[in-house]
């Protein structure tokens, strides 16, 4: 359910002028049947669904407002910052 995250701890991240604020990146989820249903979900659909499930309306739409690289640089220093990272591909380590 959106908002029930409302009360965790929280990260703030600032893309050029624009603040973002987010529940930590390891508090997203508070079950683990909502991670059993995320993993299935297509690669490409898990970044959307993090974030729509993440964000509240207001965050959501300075979101929609950034560029894709700077969506990247938001999601890494989201993990990051909840010590969580993700592996780099061997198509991307070579290029």
Request: net charge negative; proline share 2%.
């Amino acid at each position: 359910m959106k908002g029930q995250h409302m009360t965790m701890e929280r990260f703030h991240h600032t893309v050029g002028k624009t603040k973002i604020t987010l529940p930590k990146f390891d508090q997203v989820f508070t079950t683990f049947g909502e991670v059993r249903a995320f993993r299935r979900l297509e690669t490409g659909e898990q970044m959307f669904a993090l974030i729509e499930k993440a964000a509240d309306e207001a965050n959501l739409k300075k979101i929609d407002g950034l560029s894709f690289p700077e969506v990247q640089e938001l999601v890494v220093a989201w993990q990051r910052d909840a010590g969580v990272t993700v592996g780099e591909s061997s198509a991307s380590a070579t290029s």
